[in-house]
């Protein structure tokens, strides 16, 4: 909801603040007292085309900022745009537009500067505008198919559609791969297979190329190595090596340890494990000298092998432990060259039945859609004759589409459409009669489609532009049932309108400081009757328009 607009140095506007309320709020004032310039103003910071001649005369920028209260709506499409750039999103929003005397915009949300793009999406899901001029909203056929569905509760059966179209299109795609797969395989087969041959006939083994390099260091240097060991076991097992004086000094002192008292046996305890401890290393030792001398074959055969796992790597441009993986990606592609025929007839018939569901549902809901479409026909309708549109036919169009256009959405094209006169074909909304006319078709619509929709302020601008009596009476019930539901705000010369609001608001010219200056007022209760007797009377107020008056606003 629009909860303030804070106008700065705009037109013949030079400072205004404007507190909004919900339900029907009324602006009214003579013809050029500068209404349409609060609309403008209200246009910028949604995110309008900013102009200098905007700027007042003498001002170096205008500066407009709109803030709207959320609170209550924590699934509002705003809110969803403020995460999706990472802005903070919070239940008060506020957009702010400034245009400098030369021209230059510059657009903010919450005191972040902004593109002028986003500040417009977030303008039109915040406030909808109705006017002469300037509408959208329900005039964007985008809108249509998901007003119907809302309307006519099938939320759940176009959920259930989508997910269909969901399942269609992952059981078609899976099919499409397959069969590129299939295809890229067959114009490779023959050099799959020569290479499947070449890789089974090298048969190369994850981490195999570590343990070749490890053995080829070894053999390189297998002499120096079992030299270096055997040099190393003679001088712990040889005639003087370290486990022959180990023993003799356990023999001598054992002969005399009965005479120390005890103390030499943890002497002897530690020369015991240390005879131990070099008796295994000179084992070890030993060991190490066969297996060295025996290990692998031939330093020509492992590096014979190595290299040609290295060549085979750099061949396929992998690594070399990645040769058994591309060994069993390329078998698997030659087995369905050899299987393509089975599987792509099984992906084939997963895809035609997921297509026969989808096709299945989205007939289910268009034939609930033309019922809707019905309803809501009828509904409009009793709209349109006592807001003297009675010549005037709504026709919701649901027509099939070619099946290139069959989407989660279904397989329709949903659309408003409108004749104007008898015999007329139905055209689009946007196509219809503009001015007051196009407005008040637009309130009908919207009166039948209050309770759809998320965006919280609705703006019309003229509304009753050409009629009076019983059709703007009916003008001004309908603006006031769609207050109940929404914040409407409604630029209005009509008193049987005006005296409909719940908030009125009067819009008039001064002069000031020798210049000519717009200002809006609040009306109590005492100046709503007298603005109401004189939309009715004219330039001069009589006891008989403040009588008219009292009768508007009592029935109100």
């Known amino acids: 909801m629009l909860v303030t607009l804070s106008i700065r140095d705009v037109v013949l ?71 999706e750039q990472e802005l903070e999103a919070e239940d008060t929003l506020v957009l702010r537009r400034t245009v400098s005397a030369d021209g230059r915009s510059r657009a903010f949300v919450n005191d972040q500067p902004v593109g002028v793009t986003l500040l417009r999406r977030l303008g039109e899901t915040l406030v909808e505008v109705h006017g002469q001029f300037d509408t959208h909203g329900l005039l964007d056929p985008r809108t249509h198919l998901g007003l119907l569905d809302e309307y006519a509760g099938l939320g759940d059966a176009a959920r259930a559609t989508a997910g269909a179209w969901r399942d269609w299109r992952q059981a078609d795609q899976a099919r499409q791969q397959a069969a590129e797969d299939a295809a890229r395989a067959r114009a490779e087969e023959e050099y799959l297979r020569h290479a499947v041959a070449e890789l089974d006939s090298l048969d190369p083994r994850e981490g195999e190329e570590a343990e070749l390099a490890e053995k080829r260091v070894t053999l390189q240097h297998r002499e120096r190595l079992i030299e270096a060991i055997n040099g190393a076991h003679a001088e712990l097992s040889g005639d003087r090596g370290a486990e022959r004086g180990l023993a003799a000094s356990l023999r001598l002192l054992a002969r005399i340890a009965d005479k120390a008292g005890g103390r030499l046996d943890p002497v002897i305890q530690v020369l015991d494990e240390a005879a131990a401890e070099v008796a295994e290393a000179a084992r070890a030792l030993q060991a190490l000298s066969a297996d060295i001398d025996l290990d692998g074959g031939s330093l020509e055969t492992i590096e014979e092998r190595l290299f040609a796992l290295r060549a085979a790597a750099r061949k396929h441009s992998v690594e070399v432990d990645g040769l058994a993986g591309l060994r069993a990606e390329m078998a698997r592609r030659l087995a369905l060259i050899e299987d393509q025929g089975d599987l792509l007839q099984r992906l084939a018939k ?44 709504f026709v919701t169009r649901v027509a099939p589409t070619e099946e290139a256009a069959w989407g989660p959405h279904g397989i329709d094209d949903v659309s408003f459409t409108v004749a104007t006169n008898p015999g007329a074909p139905p055209g689009p909304l946007a196509k219809i009669a503009s001015g007051g006319e196009l407005a008040r078709f637009m309130l009908a619509l919207k009166v039948v489609l209050a309770q759809l929709g998320t965006v919280p302020t609705l703006v019309f601008d003229e509304v009753d532009t050409g009629i009076g009596g019983a059709v703007a009476d009916a003008v001004g019930e309908r603006l006031a049932r769609l207050g109940r539901a929404l914040q409407v705000l409604v630029v209005t010369h009509s008193p049987q309108v005006a005296a ?20 809006v007022a609040a009306l109590d209760a005492a100046q709503r009757r007298e603005e109401i007797a004189r939309m009715l009377s004219g330039a001069e107020v009589t006891d008989a328009a403040r009588a008219a008056a009292d009768s508007l606003l009592a029935k109100a």
């Open 13 to 83: 506007i030079d400072r205004l603040t404007l507190a909004f309320r919900p339900g029907l709020c009324v602006l009214t004032g003579e013809t050029g007292a500068g209404k349409s310039i609060l609309l403008d103003a209200l246009g910028l910071a949604l995110g309008a085309r900013g102009d200098s001649a905007l700027v007042r005369h003498g001002a170096e920028q205008a500066a407009v900022t709109a803030e709207f209260d959320l609170s209550g709506h924590p699934d509002h499409p705003a809110l969803g745009i403020l995460r």
């Open 350 to 393: 997963q895809a035609e039945d997921a297509r026969t569901r989808f096709a299945a549902a989205a007939r289910e809901l268009s034939a609930a859609r033309a019922k809707a479409a019905g309803r809501l026909d009828r509904a409009v309708a009793a709209e349109l004759a006592p807001l003297k549109l009675e010549k005037a036919r």
């Open 500 to 519: 409909r609001g719940g908030h009125h608001w009067q819009v008039r010219k001064k002069a000031a400081a020798g210049r000519t200056v717009t200002e």
